[in-house]
């Protein structure tokens, strides 16, 4: 569909090109073209000499002409020489265009006044004081977003034959608009439906809002998204190839726009080796990063909060008992304190940097990763277990925090199961500063993961150092027992959950074989529990047991990872997100939904159930056409990273609205409302 409409637009400006220069000739004649336009010389020169031709395009308002490579639509300028005997001029040099969108149809533009600059070495047996005549047959393209017209022109001047003299000031204008020659050799590769584009290019060169040109036709689709990300001092651009491409490409050239105000590079990559992964950069949309100081209080503020999104409710439990242990002494709540808060850092510092780590090695990683992983799932699934089974007393064990006399290596393990269950959520505020961490040096990027820990264990260091807070606690007693039992609930919730989640990311027969590990825990549990009441000794046996148990996972578990469970058909009809999906439905100029989600995240699952699986948004999205395009991150998908680190996001949640004709897209907040999407169809 999308070469349809594209071919069908270029035939039609062709057709009004062959149909209509009567008409246009009229209109230069009259002086009327949309696009005035002129040419000039640079000033005298000597025979066999080369000099700069300008030919000056002055757009009216809300006109533009093309790029040579015009992208998905439109028509580059056509250029007829006559020339005296002996001269020659060279191929034209464009200024860095601008991107257009409309309908979908991505083109290269400019809406400015420009000049295209040719060489011209003049005849070698020309006469000094000689007039040389110099005429161009242009003809050139102009439009609006609504129409195109073909226009023509006969463009002369002279050039005298003779020493040069001052230089003409717009020439060095002229020439600084133009993309500077890269002094480097560029790479390609072919990947599939992609094309990964090596620059050299120093690290400390800033770059904002970039874009590739390709003046290669059909080298690239031209409307979809371009991912930018630096291998030391190499940019690796990844680009979409189109529906109908070239068998083989020998070399790739084009342009790349380094910032917003037309700053360029050409180039011509060959075939050759290109790094893999690298620190992703901002795409295409201008996604500037706000400063670190706002960005460490919003990781402050992301990790209060996930101590009450609802994805965190399954560890509720073991803050709760940490919680009614901090009132029974004021050194021991400071001790129990400090070393909760110390887990939690430890194991936001520790996540952190192992996703920085994998991202710099070429991993398509992002927040929450460990839960995407079936060997983290399942070892979850047993610790889950293991603590519903002490909870109830099946046995007794200082599990992480719940020793009957409190101790901080308790607190300190309690802090990082805490911290390692809890982030993989992505809430309010968390998302921004995380996103962002992605984005910068290693130095600030781990200073937010740190702020952020301590963001979630700042109630507990609260009470820890606030007697009014902790005599607001209840004192210790028989009730904390009871206590202890219902807390098994929750967490033998999680366990189910995360059993289920072990079904869709591996498959049936991994998750029966982790319910069977779990089962043979409880055994090994409940018969070290029978030793302990008989006053014998029985850790040798729990020891044994569960180290049994975890070296028979290693060894079975990785044989039967599966594909996983398919999701089943929800109310809203959707397809599964990909970069030629979103460029295909954006070039139908419907507007467009993508909706980003994993199992393992609560909070995408509430706001499925809250504003997206509902009547009225499916009503809504029938009337208006829109097309949902839905990104599966539950198992690590490397296109969906992307994407995610594109628009600033570490994780799910993330949507984005796509207004109809290629209007700006729109990102959402995370936690959607019943009328949230509705609206925005409205």
């Given at each position: 569909?999308?070469?349809y409409?594209?071919?069908?637009?270029?035939?039609?400006?062709?057709?009004?090109?062959?149909?209509?220069?009567?008409?246009?000739?009229?209109?230069n004649?009259?002086?009327?073209?949309?696009?005035?336009?002129?040419?000039?010389?640079e000033?005298?020169?000597?025979?066999?000499e080369?000099?700069?031709?300008?030919?000056?395009?002055?757009?009216?308002?809300?006109?533009?002409?093309?790029?040579?490579?015009?992208?998905?639509?439109?028509?580059?300028?056509?250029?007829?020489?006559?020339?005296?005997?002996?001269?020659?001029?060279?191929?034209?040099?464009?200024?860095?265009?601008?991107?257009?969108?409309?309908?979908?149809?991505?083109?290269?533009?400019?809406?400015?006044?420009?000049?295209?600059?040719?060489?011209?070495?003049?005849?070698?047996?020309?006469?000094?004081?000689?007039?040389?005549?110099?005429?161009?047959?242009?003809?050139?393209?102009?439009?609006?977003?609504?129409?195109?017209?073909?226009?023509?022109?006969?463009?002369?001047t002279?050039?005298?034959?003779?020493?040069?003299?001052?230089?003409?000031?717009?020439?060095d204008?002229?020439?600084?608009?133009?993309?500077?020659?890269?002094?480097?050799?560029?790479?390609?590769e072919?990947?599939?439906?992609?094309?990964?584009?090596?620059?050299?290019?120093?690290?400390?060169?800033?770059?904002?809002?970039?874009?590739?040109?390709?003046?290669?036709?059909?080298?690239?689709?031209?409307?979809a998204g371009?991912s930018?990300?630096?291998?030391?001092?190499?940019?690796?651009?990844?680009l979409?190839?189109?529906?109908?491409?070239?068998?083989?490409?020998?070399?790739?050239?084009?342009?790349?726009?380094?910032?917003?105000?037309?700053?360029?590079?050409s180039?011509?990559?060959?075939?050759?080796?290109?790094?893999?992964?690298?620190?992703?950069?901002?795409?295409?949309?201008?996604?500037?990063?706000?400063?670190?100081?706002?960005?460490?209080?919003?990781?402050?503020?992301?990790?209060?909060?996930?101590?009450?999104?609802?994805?965190?409710?399954p560890?509720?439990?073991?803050?709760?008992?940490?919680?009614?242990?901090?009132?029974e002494s004021?050194?021991?709540?400071?001790?129990?304190?400090?070393?909760?808060?110390?887990?939690?850092?430890?194991?936001?510092?520790?996540?952190g940097?192992?996703?920085?780590?994998?991202?710099?090695?070429?991993?398509?990683?992002?927040?929450?990763?460990?839960?995407?992983?079936?060997?983290?799932?399942?070892?979850?699934?047993?610790?889950?277990?293991?603590?519903?089974?002490?909870?109830?007393?099946?046995?007794?064990?200082?599990?992480?925090?719940?020793?009957?006399?409190?101790?901080?290596?308790?607190?300190?393990?309690?802090?990082l199961?805490?911290?390692?269950?809890?982030?993989?959520?992505?809430?309010?505020?968390?998302?921004?500063?995380?996103?962002?961490?992605?984005?910068?040096?290693?130095?600030?990027?781990?200073a937010?993961?740190?702020?952020?820990?301590?963001?979630?264990?700042?109630?507990?260091?609260?009470?820890?150092?606030?007697?009014?807070?902790?005599r607001?606690?209840p004192?210790?007693?028989?009730?904390?027992v009871?206590?202890?039992?219902?807390?098994?609930?929750?967490?033998?919730?999680t366990?189910?959950?995360?059993?289920?989640?072990?079904?869709r990311?591996?498959?049936?027969?991994?998750?029966?074989?982790?319910?069977?590990?779990?089962?043979?825990?409880?055994?090994?549990l409940?018969?070290?529990?029978?030793?302990?009441?008989?006053?014998?000794?029985?850790?040798?046996?729990?020891?044994?047991?569960?180290?049994?148990?975890?070296?028979?996972?290693?060894?079975?578990?990785?044989?039967?990872?599966?594909?996983?469970?398919?999701?089943?058909p929800?109310?809203?009809?959707?397809?599964?997100?990909?970069?030629?999906?979103?460029?295909?439905?954006?070039?139908?100029?419907?507007?467009?939904?993508a909706?980003?989600?994993?199992?393992?995240?609560?909070?995408?699952?509430?706001?499925?159930?809250?504003?997206?699986?509902?009547?009225?948004?499916?009503?809504?999205?029938?009337?208006?056409?829109?097309?949902?395009?839905?990104?599966?991150?539950?198992?690590?998908?490397?296109?969906?990273?992307?994407?995610?680190?594109?628009?600033?996001?570490?994780?799910?949640?993330?949507?984005v609205?796509?207004?109809?004709?290629?209007?700006?897209?729109?990102?959402?907040?995370?936690?959607?409302?019943?009328?949230?999407?509705?609206?925005?169809?409205?």
């Amino acid at each position: 569909m999308r070469c349809y409409r594209l071919l069908v637009a270029v035939l039609l400006q062709c057709l009004a090109c062959v149909l209509l220069p009567g008409s246009s000739v009229a209109q230069n004649v009259a002086g009327k073209t949309n696009i005035a336009t002129d040419l000039v010389a640079e000033g005298p020169a000597m025979p066999g000499e080369t000099i700069t031709l300008a030919i000056r395009m002055r757009p009216d308002p809300g006109w533009h002409g093309y790029w040579s490579n015009p992208g998905d639509a439109g028509l580059g300028m056509s250029l007829d020489w006559t020339l005296p005997e002996g001269a020659s001029a060279g191929e034209p040099d464009y200024p860095v265009p601008d991107t257009l969108l409309i309908s979908g149809l991505m083109n290269h533009v400019f809406e400015h006044d420009y000049a295209v600059l040719v060489p011209l070495t003049l005849p070698a047996n020309a006469k000094p004081g000689e007039a040389l005549p110099i005429s161009v047959q242009a003809d050139w393209l102009a439009c609006t977003d609504e129409i195109c017209v073909p226009e023509q022109g006969r463009l002369a001047t002279t050039v005298k034959v003779g020493r040069a003299e001052a230089p003409d000031p717009r020439f060095d204008r002229w020439r600084a608009a133009l993309p500077a020659p890269l002094d480097a050799v560029a790479n390609f590769e072919i990947e599939g439906d992609t094309v990964r584009l090596g620059i050299p290019l120093p690290r400390t060169l800033s770059l904002k809002n970039p874009h590739f040109f390709a003046a290669t036709d059909k080298a690239i689709d031209y409307g979809a998204g371009q991912s930018f990300a630096r291998a030391g001092d190499m940019l690796v651009i990844t680009l979409a190839r189109p529906e109908i491409a070239p068998a083989a490409i020998e070399t790739l050239g084009g342009v790349l726009r380094l910032n917003e105000a037309g700053d360029g590079l050409s180039l011509v990559a060959v075939p050759g080796p290109v790094p893999q992964g690298g620190e992703p950069l901002a795409g295409g949309e201008d996604t500037a990063l706000p400063g670190l100081p706002i960005l460490l209080l919003a990781a402050l503020a992301g990790g209060l909060l996930l101590n009450v999104m609802p994805c965190v409710f399954p560890i509720l439990s073991l803050k709760a008992m940490s919680l009614a242990r901090a009132g029974e002494s004021d050194s021991q709540a400071r001790s129990e304190g400090l070393a909760y808060t110390a887990g939690v850092l430890l194991a936001c510092l520790g996540l952190g940097g192992l996703l920085l780590a994998l991202r710099a090695a070429g991993q398509e990683v992002g927040w929450a990763f460990q839960l995407q992983e079936p060997g983290v799932v399942a070892a979850l699934l047993l610790l889950a277990t293991a603590l519903t089974a002490n909870f109830l007393g099946v046995f007794e064990f200082s599990a992480p925090g719940f020793a009957s006399e409190g101790s901080p290596r308790g607190a300190f393990a309690t802090g990082l199961l805490a911290a390692f269950v809890a982030t993989p959520c992505t809430g309010p505020f968390m998302a921004a500063a995380m996103g962002a961490a992605l984005l910068m040096p290693v130095l600030p990027a781990m200073a937010l993961f740190g702020v952020l820990g301590l963001g979630i264990a700042l109630p507990f260091l609260a009470i820890a150092f606030v007697p009014a807070m902790r005599r607001r606690l209840p004192r210790p007693g028989p009730w904390m027992v009871k206590f202890r039992r219902w807390m098994a609930v929750p967490m033998g919730l999680t366990a189910l959950a995360l059993l289920w989640l072990a079904w869709r990311i591996a498959g049936s027969e991994f998750a029966l074989a982790c319910s069977a590990l779990a089962a043979v825990l409880v055994i090994v549990l409940a018969l070290s529990g029978r030793r302990q009441r008989a006053g014998l000794p029985a850790v040798g046996m729990a020891g044994f047991g569960v180290i049994a148990v975890g070296l028979a996972g290693f060894a079975l578990l990785p044989r039967l990872e599966g594909t996983g469970s398919t999701a089943a058909p929800g109310i809203i009809a959707t397809k599964p997100f990909s970069q030629a999906a979103l460029a295909q439905a954006r070039a139908s100029g419907k507007p467009v939904f993508a909706w980003f989600t994993a199992d393992w995240c609560l909070t995408c699952k509430v706001n499925e159930q809250v504003a997206i699986e509902r009547e009225a948004t499916r009503e809504a999205f029938e009337r208006a056409g829109v097309v949902v395009l839905r990104g599966d991150w539950t198992r690590r998908d490397p296109a969906i990273t992307r994407y995610l680190t594109e628009h600033g996001a570490a994780g799910v949640p993330l949507y984005v609205w796509y207004p109809p004709n290629g209007g700006k897209p729109q990102k959402l907040a995370q936690v959607l409302t019943p009328g949230t999407l509705p609206d925005l169809v409205r």
